[in-house]
């Protein structure tokens, strides 16, 4: 089984690796400038420096940190509130074109509006952030509780569940699926909208990290952040999104589009 | 049985009022949610619990509004920005359902460029900002670039899992009834893919249109995205909120009206079921 | 229609499991005569469907020859038309467009293949449902369409793959009767894969048994057509025949 694992795990690498191997070979070929594309070799210094004096990790844990937070408080109110309007047929009915229509608009467009309430910086990005994530999984977790089927709730009722046991056993684990989805789109807008914000309203992060090295024509650190910034959407999704899913979409089957 | 007069509440009667209104015309069921929430802005507007230079309230938006389509400006900003994720969302497909094609027939292909396909996605269009701007400086081709990148990966991805999911009697029927290994392609696997395909576009079109306003912001010298980062550094909020109401509306007149039905109705009508 | 000759097949192929070579056909040699109608049964794993896949083109055989009237096939072809398990019926395409694709693929004009389309849907009585789509259709309606689908293509030999597997009794029974009553008016050259023994009795001339991959026994069934449930269920001729055949495929 293991030996499967890391089957899997050479083969998917293998392309990766060919694909370094391509790079190298064109940047030598063509001879390319190094204010338009570097080779590798500066790309990995320019890394070593970045970790050796800190500004790289200064500049994940900024982004990281800001991601993180947002995102955290944008599940917490998201979930019982989705769930609270789910519940009432009339609520439900009342917020879901506005929860729509907010969830459509989430994330980057509330930039301008958003340096514009709190400043720049730290704020105002994890604002763009939270945004995305609050009103996406907001809007997944109603859709999610509404398709709850009404027999499910029934079932649960005269089986002498509780409100509270109702929430827990029927309403959160019906709703959990949609409520992943929600998470998996609207961290994708919060991580795109991240990066976004920090190229325009910030001066520490991977955005303006990526930014100010254009300034200054220093490829190797914009190509180091993008690999870093593409490096860390991978963890992300390997590690956190595709083990949530697996534990409840692939569990409890498909979800109802939204 | 005696039927017995009870008292209707007066909610209740809102509630049938709602329930009959709507569904003699679905579209209102959309509509009606938002009147409560423009009172409540406008009530909290005028209330001055913030000051009007930070929260304006729905009648200086209105008026902003009349002002900018008598300009000009804003039917122009708008199809400046229409256009260029049109460009870039045609661009996107014509690239990403032949090579999603390819990858999800191919093993080999599948192999060779899945990985690179997942961490190309993962590094996401935003990111490849400062370097376009580097090679293409602040035009029209940076901008389109990023929108056919973004559009470009749900595209080819949903197609591979469409195309994946075609089951293999079909392409065997096709075959023994004398199609050609071409034919299948056509005839076989591309209506069997498309419900996934639209999904891909759908959400191709959901992340593209925010790597717009991006790139507006970012790059830009025309646009929505653009009218409301130049707003922003003139502090007019007004012109801020004007664009958001536009983006929202316009997208999701698009999703809800146009998108999705062809979504459901591809996939629906043809009795499919995909994730 | 045409005759098809098998001659020494055999079929391997590696399983990753095991892995080992399997073998699922060793040398089978058959002939069907043009018009005739056989049926292959056996037990489970005794590789009739992939016999019926290797005759078909999806599976390349290891060793030996496949001939559709003297002429060596290989890969899929319209020679020989296959009727699926699962219907394998085109969900986004109309019934009449279904029956009209092989012709299409022909390069037969619209009008055309329209025409032949509702020939065929007239046959078996399908007319009706010429505008519907089919996951709007039952089953048993979706293998008449399957049927009908293959024969509008007028291949030279017709494969089934159990096809009446996936519908209930009492429409297997119905199918079964109209599929004898096709073959007894237009004569097709039919290879019937099934592990009903009552039914490859009923249906067929001839009863080829498999076992293991390979031919156990060929089995003349000589019962007077046209063949209907109701007479024959009853009949003592068929009754010894199915029990033969039936013990046959127990001893496999």
């Known amino acids: 089984m293991k030996r499967n694992r890391l089957a899997a795990a050479a083969v998917f690498v293998l392309p990766l690796l060919a694909l370094l191997v391509i790079w190298e070979a064109v940047v030598r070929a063509f001879d390319v400038s190094p204010r338009v594309f570097p080779a590798i070799e500066p790309v990995v210094r320019a890394g070593v420096d970045a970790v050796a004096d800190g500004t790289l990790i200064r500049h994940i844990g900024a982004s990281l940190g800001r991601i993180a937070l947002g995102t955290l408080i944008g599940i917490v109110i998201a979930v019982p509130l989705g769930v609270a309007m789910g519940t009432n047929r009339a609520v439900s009915a009342f917020f879901t074109p506005l929860l729509r229509f907010f969830s459509v608009l989430a994330g980057i467009a509330w930039i301008p509006i958003a340096t514009l309430w709190f400043g720049y910086g730290f704020g105002a990005i994890t604002f763009v952030i939270f945004n995305a994530v609050f009103f996406v999984v907001a809007y997944n977790t109603l859709l999610g509780v509404t398709a709850i089927a009404p027999p499910l709730r029934h079932a649960a009722a005269s089986l002498g569940a509780s409100r509270w046991r109702l929430l827990t056993e029927v309403l959160l684990p019906g709703a959990l699926p949609n409520i992943v989805t929600g998470i998996r789109t609207g961290l994708g807008f919060a991580w795109r909208g991240l990066i976004a914000a920090e190229m325009i309203a910030t001066n520490v992060g991977l955005g303006y990290m990526l930014f100010v090295a254009r300034d200054f024509y220093r490829t190797e650190v914009i190509v180091l952040g993008m690999i870093v910034i593409g490096l860390l959407w991978l963890l992300i999704d390997r590690l956190l999104l595709a083990p949530l899913e697996r534990a409840t979409i692939e569990r409890w089957g498909l979800v109802r589009a939204a | 049985m005696n039927s017995v007069a009870i008292a209707v509440s007066p909610w209740q009667r809102v509630w049938s009022a709602y329930v009959r209104s709507t569904t003699r015309h679905p579209a209102l069921a959309s509509l009606v949610p938002f009147v409560p929430v423009v009172a409540l802005w406008a009530a909290v507007a005028r209330s001055g619990l913030f000051p009007p230079v930070f929260f304006p309230g729905p009648g200086e938006v209105v008026q902003k509004f009349f002002t900018l389509m008598a300009n000009g400006i804003l039917p122009a900003y708008l199809e400046d920005s ?103 392609v056509w005839e076989v696997v591309l209506p069997g893919a498309l419900p996934n395909i639209m999904t891909g576009l759908r959400n191709g079109l959901g992340f593209g249109w925010r790597a717009l306003i991006a790139a507006e912001i970012i790059v830009g010298t025309s646009g929505i995205g653009f009218l409301m980062f130049d707003a922003r550094r003139a502090g007019s909020v007004v012109e801020i909120l004007l664009g958001m109401i536009v983006l929202g509306v316009l997208w999701y007149v698009v999703d809800s009206w146009v998108l999705a039905p062809i979504e459901r109705a591809t996939g629906e009508r043809w009795g499919l079921v995909h994730r | 229609m045409k005759s098809l000759t098998i001659t020494q097949l055999q079929k391997t192929y590696f399983d990753p499991f095991t892995a080992k070579q399997v073998t699922a056909i060793r040398d089978i040699s058959l002939a069907v005569d043009a018009g005739d109608f056989v049926s292959v049964v056996g037990p489970s794993g005794c590789g009739k469907t992939t016999l019926l896949n290797t005759i078909a083109g999806f599976l390349a055989p290891t060793a030996g020859e496949i001939r559709v009237d003297g002429h060596a096939v290989s890969g899929p072809g319209p ?68 049927v009908v689908r293959a024969l509008a293509n007028e291949p030279d030999v017709l494969l089934m793959d159990e096809p009446f597997a996936s519908v209930d009794a009492q429409t297997r029974m119905t199918l079964q009767e109209e599929l004898t009553r096709i073959w007894e008016q237009r004569r097709p050259t039919v290879l019937f894969i099934t592990h009903d023994v009552n039914e490859a009795v009923f249906l067929s001339n001839r009863v080829i048994v498999l076992s293991h991959g390979a031919l156990l026994d060929d089995i003349a069934v000589d019962l007077p057509r046209p063949r209907a449930w109701d007479a024959l269920i009853e009949s003592a001729a068929f009754k010894t025949l199915a029990a033969r055949v039936l013990q046959q495929v127990r001893a496999a």
């Open chain 2, 82 to 184: 229409v256009v260029r994720l049109a460009a870039g969302t045609a661009v996107g497909l014509a690239l990403g359902i032949p090579l999603g094609l390819l990858v999800g027939l191919s093993d080999r292909a599948h192999r060779a460029l899945w990985p690179v396909l997942l961490f190309f996605q993962a590094i996401g269009d935003i990111a490849w900002l400062p370097i376009l701007l580097i090679w293409f400086g602040f035009g029209l081709t940076t901008m389109i670039f990023v929108i056919v990148y973004t559009v470009l990966f749900p595209v080819v991805l949903n197609t591979v899992l469409g195309v994946r999911a075609v089951p293999l009697e079909l392409h065997r029927a096709a075959l023994s009834l004398g199609a050609s290994k071409a034919r299948v």
């Open chain 3, 79 to 146: 020679d020989r038309g296959v009727v699926f398990q699962s219907f394998a019926l085109f969900p986004w395409r109309t019934v009449l467009d279904n029956v009209a694709f092989g012709p299409k693929m022909r390069g037969v004009p619209k009008a055309r293949r329209h025409e032949i389309a509702r020939e065929y849907l007239a046959l078996a009585g399908l007319s009706h449902a010429a505008e519907r789509y089919p996951n709007e259709l039952s089953g048993g309606m979706q293998q008449r369409v399957g």
